[in-house]
């Protein structure tokens, strides 16, 4: 499977949201690269393959629970890919990963830019705007909310 | 006009006290220097939406975030707090918690718009209750005033919802644009709570969640018309931009509000007499000169930088103004050799230190929508109680949990690294937790105690040589037996509107001071004062009422700094009326 759409597969199955959710933000090629940039050589790949290898279906979730995320290697980058994709920032793995599959000048707990943090999908989930941009207009707030729709 | 020039008037600082100074003065046709010790990044729209951007990238989303400070003004950071190594050099017993920004507009560019007036029982404390010290002027004294302030930070907010404790206003004032709307979660905690009784000291107290009067823009009364973003541009024209004539509910009035609808002092610098101002920025006021015969000022020496260096010059005036705030006053002032003859400059520091409780209510109410808060709980603030112990007020957040923990980002990790949730699971997970969350403030007063101070030390300077601020502070018994009412109070409210309790000590940077079994997790809500508090005579104080120096006749110290005690509001409103009530004085001593 090409690359992008392996990851955009990966992060749906990981965040719950829809394809046309993820690319509207505009942040996918930001985000591969992020992983691109920082993972250990190889790491990333064997991510996007392991996420390939999953089977569709009714076996699906259990599969990514038990292949991707509780996998000692690829789990704890996954879940950082949920943080990301969510907060739009990355945050530094844990030391014994660092130790166990190398470490990297790049992953350090960080907003990865502006438009990450406006993108992150938190305030869409909470029915909210990302605080200090996309204003929701005079007196929207004593409106009830509305859910974000998955 | 050069520096060089004799003015009317030299003023330290533009923030909020020395922009409505410079623009009362400059009106009145008098020539006014200021001296700004931080950069004028935020004065051109390009320049403010960099303060946004920064925001944005900002890891941190404290109340600096979009205010990072030149290495030659350096100010406060509320994160320094976790290893006490900050500009402030803290010698505790406890932690001063708060922060302000050094840079023109001054920390109106970050505050949260809250504009209470205070009570009439708040200018009388000792007289009331036997505690803390009157003020020299009373709530009648100041009331004028204050509604002049409501004008010209522009405050919105419906006068029947402002008729507690003695509050009084003149028959068919109201405020100058009708009260910004409730929260949905505001109108929701209020059906909960609205009425329910609680016990202060041996008096039983109402709860109600009211709307507070804001400073910032919503429907116009009459003729009064909105100021919306603005900007001065290098030529110094002012450019009135389209946008920011109302609150859109960016949700972030701290640490910067991206349409300026809510009030900052670059409103008013923008309306000053441009022809009779002048502002220097990046202009470091280093030491007051005095004549020491007479005590009079002879000048101001101030240091120009720009990168690594500076130049040093003497800006001399009839008047000299020090607005520069409540601990740069009083730093100024000792660094001048200046104590006052009670020796009181820097003493009586004062802040509102305050715990936060949160917690998740039984149904969504839409948290991190609207402007951080819209209402509070006021009636918490006086009472025969505070014979005892501190008065309290609770703001209630639309915020979510972002001040008390972090979220929303904190909450995603929690699901995510500690319940190892993904896909609709986690989706499911967050919508049900984030809109759920509410957060109170609960600021507690804290009275003037001498040994609560500003001093300096010449072992601590910052990059120019000037010192840096030394503070010595303790929170008494008063305030925390003021903080053990606060909390029974919030957890019977709690409990009354269904609110599981959340709020833990464990989070964050927050430092923590012990009362009996309790360990109260605290910090600082900016509202610095005291430092050079106003009095009926020099033995007890170190301005008059005019907040003009007892020693040195063409000196003023304006600003929270001001304040004999502080209430429970926050300063904003008060400290401008002071300063619009100072500058109608200089306009006739200057005309005399």
Same mark, same amino acid.
């Given at each position: ?150 | ?241 389209? $946008? ?283 509202? $610095? ?64």
């Amino acid at each position: 499977m090409e690359r992008t759409e392996s990851f955009i597969g990966l992060s749906m199955a990981l965040t719950g949201f829809g394809r046309l959710q993820l690319l509207g933000t505009s942040m996918a090629s930001e985000y591969l690269r992020t992983l691109s940039d920082l993972l250990p050589e190889g790491v990333l790949e064997e991510l996007l393959v392991a996420y390939d290898r999953v089977p569709t279906g009714n076996s699906h979730d259990a599969a990514v629970a038990g292949q991707i995320l509780g996998d000692a290697k690829l789990g704890p980058v996954a879940r950082n890919l949920i943080l990301l994709w969510y907060t739009g920032s990355w945050s530094a793995l844990p030391d014994a990963w660092r130790a166990a599959y190398g470490a990297s000048v790049l992953d350090i707990s960080r907003v990865i830019s502006a438009e990450s943090y406006q993108a992150g999908l938190q305030w869409v989930v909470a029915g909210a705007h990302p605080a200090g941009a996309q204003q929701q207009g005079f007196g929207a707030w004593s409106l009830a909310p509305e859910r974000g729709v998955l | 006009m050069s520096a060089d020039e004799l003015y009317d008037a030299v003023i330290v600082g533009a923030g909020v006290a020395g922009a409505l100074t410079a623009k009362y003065l400059t009106r009145a046709g008098f020539r006014v220097l200021v001296l700004e010790a931080g950069p004028a990044t935020a004065e051109s729209y390009s320049g403010y939406t960099k303060h946004i951007e920064h925001f944005y990238a900002a890891n941190s989303k404290g109340p600096e975030s979009a205010w990072p400070p030149d290495a030659n003004a350096p100010q406060p950071d509320t994160s320094d707090l976790r290893n006490n190594n900050g500009y402030f050099v803290q010698n505790g017993p406890n932690l001063y918690g708060s922060s302000y920004s050094r840079v023109q507009g001054g920390s109106t560019l970050h505050w949260l718009g809250v504009s209470l007036r205070m009570l009439p029982e708040d200018f009388m404390l000792r007289t009331r209750y036997g505690v803390g010290r009157d003020w020299p002027l009373s709530y009648d004294d100041l009331e004028p005033y204050y509604r002049k302030a409501e004008r010209e930070i522009g405050v919105s907010a419906d006068v029947a919802d402002q008729h507690y404790h003695e509050l009084s206003f003149p028959n068919g004032y109201d405020y100058p644009m009708q009260r910004v709307p409730l929260s949905y979660s505001d109108q929701q905690l209020a059906t909960a709570v609205d009425g329910m009784s609680v016990i202060l000291g041996e008096e039983p107290v109402a709860l109600k969640i009211r709307s507070y009067p804001a400073a910032r823009n919503s429907i116009p009364r009459g003729d009064y018309k909105p100021v919306g973003a603005v900007e001065v541009q290098a030529d110094g024209r002012v450019n009135e931009l389209t $946008f920011g004539q109302r609150c859109a509910g960016n949700t972030s009035c701290t640490p910067v509000c991206p349409i300026q609808a809510k009030y900052n002092a670059g409103k008013t610098l923008a309306q000053a007499d441009r022809g009779k101002l002048q502002v220097l920025a990046q202009a470091v006021a280093s030491k007051i000169n005095i004549d020491k015969a007479s005590g009079t000022v002879q000048s101001i020496t101030y240091q120009r930088y720009d990168g690594t260096s500076h130049t040093t010059h003497q800006a001399k005036a009839r008047v000299y103004v020090l607005a520069a705030h409540a601990v740069e006053n009083a730093k100024l002032m000792l660094a001048s050799g200046l104590h006052g003859q009670s020796n009181l400059v820097g003493k009586t520091l004062m802040d509102h230190p305050a715990l936060y409780a949160w917690g998740l209510t039984a149904e969504p109410i839409g948290a991190y929508r609207g402007p951080l808060s819209t209402a509070g709980i006021e009636e918490l603030r006086a009472g025969q109680f505070r014979a005892r112990h501190a008065a309290f007020r609770f703001d209630i957040g639309n915020d979510g949990w972002r001040a008390s923990t972090g979220a929303p980002d904190t909450t995603v990790a929690d699901a995510v690294i500690k319940h190892n949730l993904f896909g609709k699971k986690l989706y499911d997970q967050l919508a049900s937790q984030l809109s759920r969350q509410v957060r109170f403030s609960l600021a507690v007063e804290q009275l003037p105690d001498p040994a609560n101070s500003v001093s300096i030390d010449p072992r601590y300077l910052d990059p120019l040589g000037n010192p840096r601020p030394v503070i010595n502070y303790r929170i008494d018994e008063y305030t925390l037996a003021g903080m053990a009412a606060a909390t029974k109070v919030y957890q019977q409210m709690f409990r009354q509107a269904r609110i599981t309790d959340c709020s833990t000590g464990e989070s964050g940077w927050f430092p923590s001071v012990a009362y009996g079994d309790s360990i109260f997790h605290y910090h600082g809500m900016g509202h $610095f004062s005291g430092t050079h508090a106003m009095g009926n005579n020099p033995s007890n104080s170190v301005v008059n009422t005019e907040q003009r120096s007892w020693e040195h006749r063409n000196l003023y110290l304006i600003g929270s700094g001001t304040f004999p005690t502080m209430g429970t509001s926050n300063p904003t409103l008060t400290l401008s009326a002071l300063a619009i009530r100072t500058a109608e004085h200089l306009i006739a001593e200057l005309k005399g």
